[in-house]
């Protein structure tokens, strides 16, 4: 056998024993969080037929952040800045602001320079989902009381359609995953939300931007938002929602048709125990 073709065979096989010893390792003794999601936290990211045996059919996480402009937070979700990563928070995480805002000039336009890993905490039916359903209902309220003094603005009648829409997009089919929290400890993190039915800690990345005059921090994005989903799992997907896997843009929200039973492990990687 050549010796270009037996190096590969090795470098394959030395790949493989690391990467099974990893996942081995990460499942190994009891999971740090076991939650049991549904098809609005976990949306099939690409969908197979029932005669498919390819294994790699995946779930995308879907989460949100609770932010001080609600209303704008109301409609787009993780796309703008937790209320919670505030400067003080920021500057925990090991951001050094004083040197940035000195700098204004210089770090405007270099925000990629300013980013660091840190482990967020996502909150299953929290405190934050329901914030947001209780501001989207006194908002609407408030919307049509204001339509009932002037009945003839066409515009808000328009506008209330869309949120009323909206509204029932949060109730019946948009996730209730929040990103509440942020830090750099796992186990002080672990201690604190020490619920594994409720939280669970995952690696990411957080950014700063300038909002206005002042620093904003924001989740840039979470390193694992996908998770595979083996046979005979699969098979059950494909089970539980036939020929649609288009739940995300359906014009008419519908409850969830399925639950994923996700545990977090040692190295904070996620796997699916169980789908129904």
Same mark, same amino acid.
């Given at each position: $056998?050549?010796?270009? $073709? ?22 190994? #003794? ?12 976990? +949306? ?6 029932? $005669?498919?045996?390819?294994?790699? +059919?995946?779930? *995308? *996480? ?16 993780? %796309? ?12 925990? *995480? ?9 700098? /204004?000039?210089?770090?405007?336009? &270099? ?19 329901? /914030? ?5 209902? &006194? ?35 948009? +996730? ?10 796992? &186990? ?11 939280? $669970?800690?995952?690696? #990411?990345?957080?950014?700063? +931007? ?12 979470? %390193? ?10 699969? &098979? ?5 929602? #036939? ?14 048709? %399925? ?18």
């Amino acid at each position: $056998m050549p010796r270009l $073709m037996l190096a590969s065979i090795l470098l394959l096989l030395l790949t493989n024993i690391v990467v099974l010893s990893g996942v081995a390792y990460n499942r190994s #003794g009891e999971p740090l969080s076991s939650i049991e999601l549904t098809e609005r936290e976990l +949306t099939v990211k690409r969908y197979y037929s029932r $005669m498919d045996e390819d294994s790699s +059919t995946r779930v *995308l *996480l879907n989460w949100r952040v609770l932010t001080d402009d609600m209303e704008s937070g109301f409609f787009y979700g993780r %796309y703008r800045h937790p209320a919670w990563l505030d400067e003080v928070k920021l500057s925990n *995480l090991g951001f050094d602001l004083d040197k940035i805002k000195r700098n /204004k000039d210089k770090y405007l336009y &270099q925000w990629d320079t300013h980013a660091i890993d840190a482990i967020l905490v996502l909150e299953y039916q929290g405190d934050s989902y329901r /914030k947001t359903l209780t501001f989207a209902e &006194q908002l609407l309220d408030q919307m049509r009381k204001n339509a009932a003094n002037d009945p003839g603005d066409k515009s808000l009648a328009k506008k209330i359609k869309q949120y009323e829409d909206h509204f029932v997009d949060l109730k019946v089919s948009e +996730t209730r995953l929040y990103a509440i929290d942020a830090g750099l400890d796992k &186990q002080v993190l672990l201690e604190k939300y020490s619920d594994k039915s409720k939280y $669970m800690l995952l690696r #990411g990345e957080i950014s700063l +931007t300038w909002d206005d005059d002042e620093i904003a921090g924001t989740i840039h994005h979470l %390193y694992i938002d996908e998770v595979h989903v083996p046979l005979p799992f699969s &098979q059950v997907l494909v089970d539980l929602i #036939g020929n649609d896997a288009d739940y995300a843009y359906r014009a008419e929200p519908i409850p969830p048709r %399925y639950k994923v039973r996700l545990n977090l492990g040692k190295r904070l990687e996620p796997w699916i125990e169980l789908i129904k």
